[in-house]
Every structure is written in C-alpha cells, then in structure tokens.
C-alpha cells in the first residue's frame, strides 16, 4: 500500500513539507519494516567509519589519534582488527543493498524509501576518514598550488612543499592536475578556508561532493519517469550502490560532482529546458572533462524539440542546435576559466592516468594476460605490449564514439542509451581506469537498465569492484585468493538479485 508521497499527483506538495515535518516522515519510517535495510546499512557505515580510523587512507602521522593515544589501530593487532571491523562494515552494506534490491525488483520500493536510505548510509560516511583512496589529499594539494600562486596544469604538488604534500602518494605528487576549473577552485577555496589543515580540508571537501549527490538523486527519478521506468530502481542503481556511496562520498571523489552536474544537465534538456541543461554539463566538464561525452548527444535531443516545437527543417535544426549548444559551451567554460584564473593546459594532464595499471580496463588487462600467458613460450616485453594494446584501445574508443552518436540519434531514450555505451566504451577501453570510474555510465544506465538481469549483473560487477579494492586503495588483482573471493562475492550478489521473488501483479509502488 503507498503513502500519499509516494502517488505521482502527490510529488509537488512534498515541497511544501516544512523540514521539521520531512525529519518527522524520517522519523516514522525508521519504525516501519521498509526501514530494516536502512538501518542495517547505517551500521554498516559506521563500521566502515571505525575501520577506516586504522585501515583507511590514512595520514601517515595522525595528530588526532595520537593525541587520544588511539595510534595503535594503525599497526600490528590494531590494524588487524581496524580491516576486520572496515571489511565487515562493507559486508553489511552490501548485503543491506542488495536486500533492497530484492525489493526493487518485487517492485515494493518507494522513491522515498531510496531518499530515506541514502540518508542513513551516508551520515556516518561523512566523518570517516578517506577509504578506498588517497585522492583527496592529491585534490587538496592541488587546490593549495592554485591558492599560493602555482598553476596546477603547470607543475606538480612536489613544487610547493607544504603538510599537504607530506599525505600525497609519490606518483601523483610529481603530476600536474588533470581536472577542469571548477574543480581546481573548489580546491582552492577549501584550502583557503582551512590552510594546509588536512582533516578539516578532507571533511570540507567532502561536503562540497554533497551537491553533486543531491543533483543525482533529484535527476535520476525524472530520467526515469521520463523513460516509463523505475524511479526507485534508478535510486538503488545509481545513487544507494555502494560503489558510489563509498567510493565517492567515502573515498572523496570529484566524480561526485561530476556524475550529479551531468545527470541534472540530461534530465533537464530532456524536459526542454535547453540553455540551462547545457550549462549544467557546462560545469560538468569543467570539473572533469569526461561528462563531455553526453554534450553531442544533446544536440540530437535540442534538434529534435526545435523540430517539433518551431517546425524547423533537419539540416536548420541540426545548425541551430548545434551552434547554441557551442556557444553556451564556449560562454560558460570561458567565464568559469577566468574566475578560477587558469588555462585549458589540464588537458595536457589527461594522459597521467597512464601510470595506473590493473586490471580495470581491456587494454590493460590484454597486456597482462599476454605477458602472463606468453611468457612461458616466448620473451614478452610487458611494457611495450602495454603501449601496442593501448594504442588500441584510444583507436577503438576514437571509432566508436562518433559511430554511436549517428546511431543513437532517433530520440530521448535513445540519445540516454547512445552516452551509456559511450561511456562504457571509454571507461573500458582507455588506457587506465579506477573503480569509480565505473559511476559514469551507472548513473546514465540507471534509467534503462532495469531488468531483473540487469539489476543482477549490476548487483554482481559492484560487489567485484568493492571487494577486489583494498581500503587503502591498492587492489588485490595480483592475488588468486583475493580474486578469488571477490569472485564469490559477485557471483552471490548476482543470484541473490536473479533469484529475487517476481513483482506483484497490482503493484503500486513508484
């Protein structure tokens, strides 16, 4: 049975709720049974914040717990029962996840069970330290170049010594940033704010992400009701995955801001709002350069309406859509680029990821397994492999992707489908990738994929990614039982997924 909230004619008057009301709704709903998830996975978190204390990505002199004498979870027994607790927390956000992804695919969640459990998932997150990466420190020592007069295209963190650089890992420490504007003075600015305070720029950061999270969770619905699909299955995709929840809230990614700008800029232009969706993928870009991919498939969907709408002919649709949608990329990046007074040399930087190698990508792990698989027959040279499947890789992305968007041209479920594949074409075939590189094409996917299939590959590739990373963000691809057990793990999530009871006839959940 569905609460008023959860009616299609009853969304708009849930703006008029005062916030003591909204928190009272929260309050209700942790009493009722669609809450067990959300409070299983609230404890989950909190372990993950505990664990992180002594195996997360931590300082290497950590002032706070030395002062409570609590150090000692960083070493020896202390670091052990540390990755017990962190390791078990993430168990049980697992499982709390997929438990209502079974829901998801009985269809007996609500949109405003997904809110109310991304609130309980998150608030411990928010004060733990980074887990599963060490980005954020390489983030705010980038952010520190800009503020004392550096350009951060230019030169690495290693220019301007300082207690930032000391938590900066040694690859990225000597690497220009490869990040847009508006990221590099969102930076700035926490560094501002607090100095080279490391925590307190961490925790900062982290709450600048929180944007980027509402705009994800405002916009994946709408894609959804857009498309004639799941809403709440769209939430639990995108949004409650804890890939996303603790890879970018919890690992302090600026994939956040990213994947949340992108999506509100889609679900926008979709709705005819043209000029505002394509400044928001606008400020995408600029924090990161690969929410690009969704901006030409916009053209389509602006050309389309100026058809239906003004009964202009193909070829000036495709003009006028084609030059508004430049110019207010040109206009946008521009101001943006000047207000944080730097260039376009990030550009430059892109190819830094080219120092990352696992297993992540196609080309990657090619050049693994034929050094692997080769070298008992013949000498194998890993590194020049490497380059040759690389190459491969950037030239098969270079076909595909305008490929794609002359075939995913027709309309607004294929435009969203065409920026999907495009970004798994990328995120697989690059030279590189990171776990959470893998939340761009979730967020775009989660409108469309929403079989019992789907969800359960879903179900499955996350936990593998969750599992095969370590909490200090190293991985564990090199080792069989690591690999091993991530294996099980997903092969686990995906039956528990495939396996969930079928929908209700009469359902009525959103």
């Known amino acids: ?131 599963f990466s060490r980005d954020t420190y390489s983030y705010l020592a980038q952010g520190a170049l800009l503020r004392d007069g550096f350009d951060p ?11 930032l650089l000391d938590n900066v890992s040694p690859i990225w420490s000597i690497t220009t940033a ?86 509100a800029g889609i679900a926008l232009t979709f709705q005819g709002r043209h000029v505002l969706g394509v400044t928001l993928i606008t400020v995408a870009i600029a924090v990161k350069a690969t929410a690009g991919i969704a901006l030409p498939f916009l053209v389509w969907v602006w050309m389309r309406h100026l058809r239906e709408e003004r009964g202009y002919r193909p070829a000036r ?39 990352i190698i696992n297993w992540l ?3 990657t792990a090619m050049a693994n397994l034929i050094h692997a698989l080769g070298s008992g027959f013949f000498p194998v040279n890993f590194y020049a492999t490497l380059r040759i499947t690389r190459y491969i890789g950037i030239a098969i992305i270079a076909v595909s992707l305008p490929v794609l968007w002359w075939r995913f041209r027709r309309d607004d479920r294929a435009a969203l489908a065409g920026i999907a594949w495009s970004m798994l074409i990328v995120v697989l075939f690059v030279p590189a990738a990171l776990p959470w590189y893998y ?22 590739f996350s936990t593998w990614v969750m599992v095969i990373f370590k909490p200090d963000g190293s991985h564990g691809m090199y080792s069989w039982p690591h690999v091993f057990l991530a294996l099980a793990a997903a092969l686990i999530a995906w039956r528990t997924l495939y396996r969930a009871p079928e929908p209700a006839p009469a359902s009525s959940a959103q």
Not at 71 to 86: E, K, N, P
Not at 153 to 160: F, R
């Open 361 to 363: 990508t196609v080309p």
């Open 178 to 263: 490869p990040y847009g504007p508006v990221f590099i003075l969102v930076a700035k600015v926490v560094t501002m704010a607090v100095g080279n305070h490391v925590i307190a720029g961490t925790m900062l950061l982290r709450l600048c992400m929180l944007p980027g999270l509402a705009l994800l969770i405002w916009a994946a619905p709408r894609l959804a009701h857009h498309l004639g699909t799941s809403g709440a299955a769209a939430l639990w995709i995108c949004v409650l995955n804890p890939l996303v929840l603790i890879h970018l809230m919890g690992g302090v990614h600026n994939e956040m801001l990213m994947v949340g700008l992108m999506a």
């Open 439 to 460: 939340s761009w094409p979730l967020a775009v996917l989660a409108p469309l994929t929403q079989s019992r299939r789907a969800l359960a590959a879903i179900a499955g």
């Open 153 to 163: 295209y230019a030169v690495g963190p290693v220019a301007n010594p300082n207690a």
């Open 317 to 355: 649709a495709f003009v006028a859509a084609s030059a508004l949608s430049l110019l207010i990329f040109t206009v946008v990046f521009a101001i943006l680029s000047a207000v944080a007074g730097v260039g376009l040399g990030w550009l430059t930087a892109l190819a830094g990821s080219v120092k």
């Open 1 to 131: 049975m569905t609460t008023p909230t959860d009616t299609p004619a009853d969304r708009p008057s849930a703006t008029k709720h005062s916030l003591v009301q909204y928190f009272s709704r929260l309050r209700a709903f942790v009493a009722t049974p669609d809450a067990g998830p959300a409070r299983l996975g609230f404890v989950g978190s909190v372990l993950i914040t505990l664990g992180g204390l002594g195996a997360g990505s931590t300082k290497p002199h950590d002032p706070v717990l030395e002062s409570i004498h609590m150090s000692w979870l960083r070493f020896g027994h202390g670091l052990v029962l540390s990755s017990i607790l962190l390791w078990a927390g993430v168990g049980v956000l697992l499982i709390a996840w997929l438990a209502l992804g079974r829901r998801v695919v009985a269809g007996a969640a609500t949109e405003f069970t997904m809110r109310a459990t991304t609130a309980f998932w998150l608030a411990p997150l928010l004060v733990s330290v980074p887990v």
